[in-house]
């Protein structure tokens, strides 16, 4: 009998250890991530930017899918947000600024000074919903990412 005990145990402490790696909501914030990504965003994710640190914090900030249909969350625009003197580095972020920006009229491109690439996602009412750091992303990952995540309505395809 004292075999099922041993077993429970086991059981119980497993979920408890990987509840470990989740990060707090602050430290989330810090690393771009707003805690509101779903698990399933960060495995797409890992199939464009292969950094493999960066998905790993992505899992440690995401929320577990409750079904398919929730990986298929939309928003109604976005916010670019990138420090102007910083663009020098990130020539591919400077490259969808000048060259794809115009097929996206929902997102809006705002410079705030010492900030890292990122994408402020927006919801029907232009409040902030969540935040991905896009300091490695390549111009065709931001196209498609935003081709996904934007509502047809506010992208011109």
């Given at each position: 009998?004292?075999?099922?005990?041993?077993?429970?145990?086991?059981?119980?402490?497993?979920?408890?250890?990987?509840?470990?790696?989740?990060?707090?909501?602050?430290?989330?914030?810090?690393?771009?991530?707003?805690?509101?990504?779903?698990?399933?965003d960060c495995n797409t994710f890992s199939e464009y930017v292969k950094d493999e640190e960066l998905v790993a914090d992505c899992l440690k900030c995401c929320t577990e899918d409750s079904d398919d249909s929730m990986s298929k969350i939309t928003y109604s625009?976005?916010?670019?947000?990138?420090?102007m003197r910083k663009l020098v580095f990130y020539p591919e972020i400077v490259g969808f600024i000048e060259e794809e920006k115009e097929k996206f009229p929902s997102v809006k491109v705002q410079y705030a000074f010492n900030s890292p690439p990122k994408l402020i996602m927006l919801d029907d009412d232009g409040q902030y919903k969540e935040t991905i750091r896009v300091d490695n992303w390549k111009r065709e990952h931001i196209l498609q990412f935003l081709r996904e995540k934007l509502n047809p309505a506010s992208a011109a395809i």
């Amino acid at each position: 009998m004292g075999m099922p005990l041993i077993y429970a145990i086991v059981l119980v402490a497993i979920p408890l250890a990987s509840r470990a790696d989740q990060l707090s909501p602050k430290e989330c914030e810090n690393l771009g991530f707003t805690g509101l990504a779903l698990c399933s965003d960060c495995n797409t994710f890992s199939e464009y930017v292969k950094d493999e640190e960066l998905v790993a914090d992505c899992l440690k900030c995401c929320t577990e899918d409750s079904d398919d249909s929730m990986s298929k969350i939309t928003y109604s625009g976005a916010i670019l947000e990138v420090c102007m003197r910083k663009l020098v580095f990130y020539p591919e972020i400077v490259g969808f600024i000048e060259e794809e920006k115009e097929k996206f009229p929902s997102v809006k491109v705002q410079y705030a000074f010492n900030s890292p690439p990122k994408l402020i996602m927006l919801d029907d009412d232009g409040q902030y919903k969540e935040t991905i750091r896009v300091d490695n992303w390549k111009r065709e990952h931001i196209l498609q990412f935003l081709r996904e995540k934007l509502n047809p309505a506010s992208a011109a395809i």
